[in-house]
T-cell receptor, first 111, second 115 residues
Framework: DAKTTQPTSMDCAEGRAANLPCNHSTISGNEYVYWYRQIHSQGPQYIIHGLKNNETNEMASLIITEDRKSSTLILPHATLRDTAVYYCIAVNTGTASKLTFGTGTRLQVTL | GAVVSQHPSWVICKSGTSVKIECRSLDFQATTMFWYRQFPKQSLMLMATSNEGSKATYEQGVEKDKFLINHASLTLSTLTVTSAHPEDSSFYIC???????????FGEGSRLTVL
């Protein structure tokens, strides 16, 4: 699976949009970009995933660049409960779906 | 609601004892489940892949005799930490993939403390 690179930490004011970047310059054509988050002392929570088109669900939007070398997770209106570590993972879902977690981005939402 | 459940959510045991952690897929069948370990302030590290009806596949550096994995049914995998020692204290997390969907679901995690 392709390696992903994320900033170590980010801050966001409550109510504002949180934009979390991820670089995956070596991603292959059949690898999806998955986003998970982990709130302290809980298991990771699935957020969204995509291949090449932008995706949106009730939690977030995923913007993937045309060359697929990077993506951005957007939380449109961040709340304090969105404070968590966010992981961007490239994975070939044609395999057994084991995920390799990097260090992720620690998002701190503040008042 | 949770689609993958772990039990117990936390356990404290004495050094030298064995501890079993269960991982259940609640409303779907999972031929493959995954076990992760997470130390404080670190990321999740994959320990092993649990395969229903066959032996688990362990990642490099993980002792298979220390961490026994059994996947006897399509909805249950168990991880047994044998002869636990304080250095085995960690947050253990399982995951399973619902075949009909793209996402991988994670359990709530089980925190093991070995005294």
């Amino acid at each position: 699976d392709a390696k992903t690179t994320q900033p170590t930490s980010m801050d966001c004011a409550e109510g504002r949009a949180a934009n979390l970047p991820c670089n995956h310059s070596t991603i292959s054509g059949n690898e999806y970009v998955y986003w998970y988050r982990q709130i302290h002392s809980q298991g990771p929570q699935y957020i969204i995933h995509g291949l090449k088109n932008n995706e949106t669900n009730e939690m977030a939007s995923l913007i993937i660049t045309e060359d697929r070398k990077s993506s951005t997770l957007i939380l449109p209106h961040a709340t304090l409960r969105d404070t968590a570590v966010y992981y961007c993972i490239a994975v070939n879902t044609g395999t057994a779906s084991k995920l390799t977690f990097g260090t992720g981005t620690r998002l701190q939402v503040t008042l | 609601g949770a689609v993958v459940s772990q039990h117990p959510s936390w356990v404290i045991c004495k050094s030298g004892t064995s501890v079993k952690i269960e991982c259940r897929s609640l409303d779907f069948q999972a031929t493959t489940m995954f076990w992760y370990r997470q130390f404080p302030k670190q990321s999740l590290m994959l320990m092993a892949t649990s395969n229903e009806g066959s032996k688990a596949t362990y990642e490099q550096g993980v002792e298979k005799d220390k961490f026994l994995i059994n996947h006897a049914s399509l909805t249950l995998s168990t991880l047994t930490v044998t002869s636990a020692h304080p250095e085995d204290s960690s947050f253990y997390i399982c995951s399973a993939r619902r075949v009909s969907a793209g996402e991988l679901f994670f359990g709530e995690g089980s925190r093991l403390t070995v005294l």
